[in-house]
Protein backbone atom coordinates (compact mmCIF):
# COMPACT_ATOMS: atom_id res chain seq x y z
CA UNK A 1 0.00 0.00 0.00
CA UNK A 2 2.63 2.62 0.79
CA UNK A 3 4.50 1.73 -2.72
CA UNK A 4 1.67 2.36 -4.55
CA UNK A 5 1.22 5.59 -2.40
CA UNK A 6 4.63 6.88 -3.26
CA UNK A 7 4.40 5.55 -7.08
CA UNK A 8 1.13 7.55 -7.08
CA UNK A 9 2.46 10.40 -5.49
CA UNK A 10 5.57 10.74 -7.88
CA UNK A 11 3.43 9.98 -10.96
CA UNK A 12 1.07 13.12 -10.19
CA UNK A 13 4.57 15.38 -9.25
CA UNK A 14 5.61 14.79 -12.52
CA UNK A 15 2.72 15.38 -14.65
CA UNK A 16 2.68 18.81 -11.97
CA UNK A 17 2.20 21.79 -14.33
CA UNK A 18 4.18 25.07 -13.74
CA UNK A 19 1.64 28.03 -13.23
CA UNK A 20 1.70 31.11 -16.06
CA UNK A 21 0.40 33.48 -14.33
CA UNK A 22 3.33 35.01 -12.65
CA UNK A 23 4.97 35.64 -15.95
CA UNK A 24 1.64 36.86 -17.22
CA UNK A 25 1.32 39.49 -14.36
CA UNK A 26 5.82 40.08 -15.07
CA UNK A 27 4.59 41.12 -18.64
CA UNK A 28 1.51 42.97 -18.09
CA UNK A 29 3.14 44.96 -15.70
CA UNK A 30 6.11 46.08 -18.40
CA UNK A 31 3.44 47.23 -20.37
CA UNK A 32 2.27 49.32 -17.66
CA UNK A 33 5.60 51.05 -16.95
CA UNK A 34 5.97 51.60 -20.38
CA UNK A 35 2.58 54.36 -20.52
CA UNK A 36 4.29 55.71 -17.67
CA UNK A 37 7.45 56.39 -19.49
CA UNK A 38 7.46 60.35 -21.11
CA UNK A 39 6.28 60.45 -24.78
CA UNK A 40 9.45 61.11 -26.65
CA UNK A 41 10.76 58.18 -24.60
CA UNK A 42 7.53 55.77 -26.24
CA UNK A 43 7.08 54.73 -29.93
CA UNK A 44 3.61 55.37 -30.42
CA UNK A 45 0.68 56.53 -28.09
CA UNK A 46 0.73 55.16 -24.14
CA UNK A 47 -1.28 52.57 -24.57
CA UNK A 48 0.25 51.06 -27.50
CA UNK A 49 2.47 48.29 -26.24
CA UNK A 50 -0.07 46.91 -23.54
CA UNK A 51 -2.46 46.77 -26.12
CA UNK A 52 0.16 44.88 -28.26
CA UNK A 53 1.06 42.76 -25.29
CA UNK A 54 -2.46 41.89 -23.86
CA UNK A 55 -3.61 41.03 -27.46
CA UNK A 56 -0.86 38.59 -28.27
CA UNK A 57 -1.59 36.98 -24.95
CA UNK A 58 -4.66 35.95 -25.57
CA UNK A 59 -3.66 33.20 -28.52
CA UNK A 60 -0.77 32.57 -26.05
CA UNK A 61 -2.97 31.54 -23.06
CA UNK A 62 -5.06 29.49 -25.68
CA UNK A 63 -2.43 27.35 -27.16
CA UNK A 64 -1.11 26.52 -23.94
CA UNK A 65 -4.53 25.71 -22.56
CA UNK A 66 -4.83 23.34 -25.80
CA UNK A 67 -1.67 22.14 -25.56
CA UNK A 68 -0.17 23.73 -28.55
CA UNK A 69 3.39 23.60 -27.48
CA UNK A 70 5.03 24.92 -30.25
CA UNK A 71 2.88 27.79 -30.97
CA UNK A 72 3.10 28.53 -27.67
CA UNK A 73 6.71 29.15 -27.37
CA UNK A 74 6.85 30.77 -30.57
CA UNK A 75 4.28 33.36 -29.59
CA UNK A 76 6.06 33.73 -25.87
CA UNK A 77 9.31 34.74 -27.73
CA UNK A 78 7.43 37.07 -29.97
CA UNK A 79 5.78 39.08 -27.33
CA UNK A 80 9.49 39.31 -24.94
CA UNK A 81 11.27 40.71 -28.43
CA UNK A 82 8.38 43.01 -29.07
CA UNK A 83 9.03 44.37 -24.97
CA UNK A 84 12.53 44.25 -24.96
CA UNK A 85 12.79 45.85 -28.19
CA UNK A 86 10.85 48.67 -26.97
CA UNK A 87 12.79 48.73 -23.79
CA UNK A 88 16.27 49.14 -25.14
CA UNK A 89 14.81 51.72 -27.67
CA UNK A 90 13.40 53.54 -24.69
CA UNK A 91 16.67 53.78 -22.92
CA UNK A 92 18.88 54.34 -26.50
CA UNK A 93 16.17 57.69 -26.21
CA UNK A 94 16.63 58.84 -22.77
CA UNK A 95 20.33 58.93 -23.02
CA UNK A 96 20.38 60.87 -26.41
CA UNK A 97 18.16 63.35 -25.05
CA UNK A 98 20.56 63.44 -21.50
CA UNK A 99 23.04 66.60 -23.34
CA UNK A 100 20.03 68.71 -24.18
CA UNK A 101 18.63 68.49 -20.80
CA UNK A 102 15.43 68.50 -21.96
CA UNK A 103 14.06 66.75 -19.42
CA UNK A 104 13.84 67.70 -15.83
CA UNK A 105 15.30 65.38 -12.83
CA UNK A 106 12.06 64.68 -11.55
CA UNK A 107 11.37 62.75 -15.18
CA UNK A 108 15.00 61.14 -15.24
CA UNK A 109 14.66 59.64 -12.45
CA UNK A 110 10.85 58.15 -12.76
CA UNK A 111 12.28 57.18 -16.35
CA UNK A 112 15.35 55.37 -15.05
CA UNK A 113 13.44 53.32 -11.96
CA UNK A 114 10.21 52.25 -14.29
CA UNK A 115 13.59 51.10 -17.17
CA UNK A 116 15.09 49.40 -14.22
CA UNK A 117 12.04 47.69 -13.21
CA UNK A 118 11.29 46.63 -16.46
CA UNK A 119 14.83 45.36 -17.03
CA UNK A 120 14.22 42.91 -14.52
CA UNK A 121 11.23 41.37 -15.46
CA UNK A 122 12.19 41.35 -18.78
CA UNK A 123 15.08 39.13 -18.24
CA UNK A 124 13.66 36.76 -15.66
CA UNK A 125 10.50 36.38 -18.49
CA UNK A 126 13.93 35.43 -21.06
CA UNK A 127 14.97 33.04 -18.34
CA UNK A 128 11.77 31.67 -17.70
CA UNK A 129 10.98 31.44 -21.33
CA UNK A 130 14.34 29.59 -22.39
CA UNK A 131 15.83 27.88 -19.38
CA UNK A 132 16.32 23.88 -19.84
CA UNK A 133 14.18 24.29 -23.38
CA UNK A 134 11.08 26.37 -21.35
CA UNK A 135 8.24 25.76 -19.14
CA UNK A 136 6.46 23.21 -21.43
CA UNK A 137 9.87 21.29 -21.61
CA UNK A 138 10.08 21.26 -17.86
CA UNK A 139 6.36 20.53 -17.67
CA UNK A 140 7.28 16.79 -19.06
CA UNK A 141 10.44 16.35 -17.10
CA UNK A 142 10.28 15.17 -13.37
CA UNK A 143 12.87 17.17 -10.83
CA UNK A 144 14.82 19.62 -12.58
CA UNK A 145 18.44 18.53 -12.76
CA UNK A 146 20.09 20.50 -15.60
CA UNK A 147 19.95 23.71 -17.21
CA UNK A 148 21.60 26.97 -17.93
CA UNK A 149 21.49 27.66 -14.27
CA UNK A 150 22.65 25.64 -11.23
CA UNK A 151 19.76 26.64 -8.54
CA UNK A 152 20.49 25.62 -4.81
CA UNK A 153 17.89 22.87 -4.96
CA UNK A 154 19.83 21.33 -7.20
CA UNK A 155 22.83 20.72 -4.89
CA UNK A 156 20.94 19.87 -2.01
CA UNK A 157 21.34 15.78 -1.34
CA UNK A 158 18.11 13.87 -2.42
CA UNK A 159 16.37 16.77 -4.24
CA UNK A 160 16.67 15.24 -7.38
CA UNK A 161 14.60 12.26 -6.16
CA UNK A 162 11.94 14.75 -5.16
CA UNK A 163 9.98 16.94 -7.87
CA UNK A 164 11.09 20.63 -7.21
CA UNK A 165 11.60 22.77 -10.33
CA UNK A 166 11.93 26.01 -10.77
CA UNK A 167 9.61 28.67 -11.24
CA UNK A 168 8.64 32.64 -12.66
CA UNK A 169 9.68 33.51 -8.53
CA UNK A 170 13.05 31.74 -8.93
CA UNK A 171 13.78 33.23 -12.24
CA UNK A 172 12.66 36.89 -11.21
CA UNK A 173 15.13 36.54 -7.70
CA UNK A 174 18.33 35.30 -10.29
CA UNK A 175 16.95 38.63 -12.62
CA UNK A 176 16.81 41.11 -9.53
CA UNK A 177 20.33 40.07 -8.27
CA UNK A 178 21.70 40.47 -11.70
CA UNK A 179 20.19 44.17 -11.42
CA UNK A 180 21.48 44.85 -8.25
CA UNK A 181 24.63 43.12 -7.92
CA UNK A 182 25.43 43.31 -11.87
CA UNK A 183 26.09 39.53 -11.18
CA UNK A 184 24.84 35.95 -9.88
CA UNK A 185 24.83 35.15 -6.78
CA UNK A 186 23.91 32.39 -5.35
CA UNK A 187 23.08 30.68 -9.15
CA UNK A 188 25.94 30.03 -10.93
CA UNK A 189 25.45 30.03 -14.71
CA UNK A 190 26.01 27.25 -16.59
CA UNK A 191 25.57 28.03 -19.99
CA UNK A 192 26.93 31.00 -22.48
CA UNK A 193 23.15 32.02 -23.47
CA UNK A 194 22.68 32.46 -20.18
CA UNK A 195 25.91 34.53 -19.29
CA UNK A 196 25.68 36.50 -22.61
CA UNK A 197 21.88 37.32 -21.85
CA UNK A 198 23.16 38.49 -18.17
CA UNK A 199 25.88 40.48 -19.51
CA UNK A 200 23.35 42.77 -21.31
CA UNK A 201 20.71 42.95 -18.77
CA UNK A 202 23.96 44.02 -16.02
CA UNK A 203 24.62 46.96 -18.97
CA UNK A 204 21.37 47.47 -18.89
CA UNK A 205 20.75 47.79 -15.38
CA UNK A 206 24.19 49.77 -14.78
CA UNK A 207 23.18 52.23 -17.54
CA UNK A 208 19.72 53.18 -15.85
CA UNK A 209 21.09 53.23 -12.46
CA UNK A 210 24.53 54.60 -12.73
CA UNK A 211 24.47 57.14 -15.54
CA UNK A 212 20.90 58.05 -15.74
CA UNK A 213 20.45 58.49 -12.03
CA UNK A 214 23.65 59.82 -11.05
CA UNK A 215 22.94 62.70 -14.04
CA UNK A 216 19.78 63.19 -12.63
CA UNK A 217 20.79 63.80 -8.82
CA UNK A 218 23.60 65.95 -10.51
CA UNK A 219 21.06 68.44 -11.45
CA UNK A 220 18.73 68.22 -8.50
Not at 52 to 78: E, F, Q, S, W, Y
Not at 151 to 178: E, I
Request: glycine share 6%; charged share 10%.
Amino acid sequence: MAANKTETQAAADIIAIEPRWPALLAILAVGALYSALPGALRLGPYWLLLAVVCVLMIPTAIAHRTGRHKLNDVLGHTVLVIVTASMVWSLAMLIAGLPSHRDSPQVLLRAAASLWVANVLVFASWYWRLDAGGPNQRDLRGPHTDGAFLFPQMLVPGKHKTSWRPGFVDYLFLAFNSSTAFSPTDVPVLSRWAKMMMMVQALISLTSVVVIAARAVNIL
